[in-house]
């Protein structure tokens, strides 16, 4: 049987390429033959049909961000290019691909090559960025159709699309989300109990992730700031804690702001050097997700941020809700102001319950895809 992975992998982002990156090795070191499905959506969207289709607000920030970085200088352009590079090359020496489908037609063809489709991980399910692909809608039948961890992304479905995301997940052989907020949408479409996964990131183990790891070669202790949001506070809690602590501080940056902060700022910073800079940092502080998620598999100390309000109809704070819970580790998600005036230790001692549970949910999550793929046995570890 062979196997196509439809999930994004071109974002710059750190999160959306790794996890593409590790279900597709955890896949192949179980005996699968797979491929991911080489399709990068089109945006033919004019940016007033953007505001339309979505928030007012965040558009029109979003497109002043994307405004300021035209005047970021000549050296921090030519990093965010070597950025780039590091992304494209990651792809190709570390991942399989499908020739390309960008097509309805090209997408159609692979239902002759491939046995079974897998959509996830990441917000590939998120209504604001609908697109029926992620959602195997080209798929014919005599083929089987997985989800392993997709999100929404949100806590509930605009009314416009509950009823064409309720015909495409009901054509699913097996359903996984990654979210609580998900499975409970998927129980009011689908009528049925849905399985709750682990993202692909943690179905690697941390030796997996170490071998892929470019050492950063800081030999101070350092705080690491990977943070997508641009709130000010976080900034304050981060001055507080570097004088708590005496720690150097290293930002990876994603938003313009990041850019202009008097810390060391790593532009260029690779897949390979993101998951070694999180492995040797004394303490991570983040509003990412899978920030969060590689801070637990290399037992680093975190306190992650929240990036949105609660009652944001954006809010994608229930992702790191769910980890957090699963884990009892609650008291990690802070408020910036809370940290502003943190004098105590950061230490996370619990690391050898918190890793019990995980390897609980790994195995539960391992259970799901082995059923899920039950037409080819999995191998053992």
Known sequence: MKIGILTWFHHRNYGTILQAYALQKFLKSKGYNCELVNYIPINNKTFLEKIKQGNFKHRIASKIESTKFKFLGSNIKAMLVEKNKSFANFATNNMDFTE???????????????????????????????????????????????????????????????????????????????????????KELTLKDVKVVVDPTLLLSKTDWEQVSVNPNISEDYILCYFLGDRQEYWKAVQNLQRVTKYKVIVIPARFNAYLKKYEIRP???????????????????????????????ER?????????????????????????????????????????????????????????????????????????????????
């Open 268 to 298: 260029s910073t690779s897949p390979e050097e993101f998951i070694g800079l999180v492995r040797n940092a004394k303490l991570v502080l983040t509003d990412s997700y899978h920030g969060v998620i590689f801070s637990l598999k290399f």
């Open 100 to 186: 390309k489908a960008q097509t309805s037609s090209e997408l159609f063809r692979l239902n002759e090559t491939i046995d079974c489709f897998i959509c996830g991980s990441d917000q590939i399910w998120n209504p604001e960025n609908f697109n029926g692909v992620y959602y195997l809608n080209f798929v014919e039948d005599k083929n089987k159709k997985v989800s392993y961890a997709p999100s929404f992304g949100v806590s509930q479905i605009p009314i416009s699309k509950i009823e064409e995301i309720r015909q495409l997940v009901n054509k699913f052989d097996w359903l996984s989300v990654r979210e609580d907020k998900g499975a409970s949408i998927l």
């Open 301 to 381: 100390d975190f306190y992650v941020f929240k990036r949105f309000k609660d009652k944001d109809k954006r809010s994608q704070n229930s992702r790191i809700y769910n980890i957090l819970k699963v884990l009892n580790l609650e008291e990690r998600l802070v408020d910036c102001n809370v940290l502003k005036n943190y004098k105590d230790n950061c230490s996370i001692e619990n690391y050898e319950e918190i890793n019990k549970v995980l390897s609980r949910e790994i195995d539960d999550s391992t259970a799901f895809l082995k059923k899920a793929l039950s037409d080819y046995d999995i191998g053992e570890d």
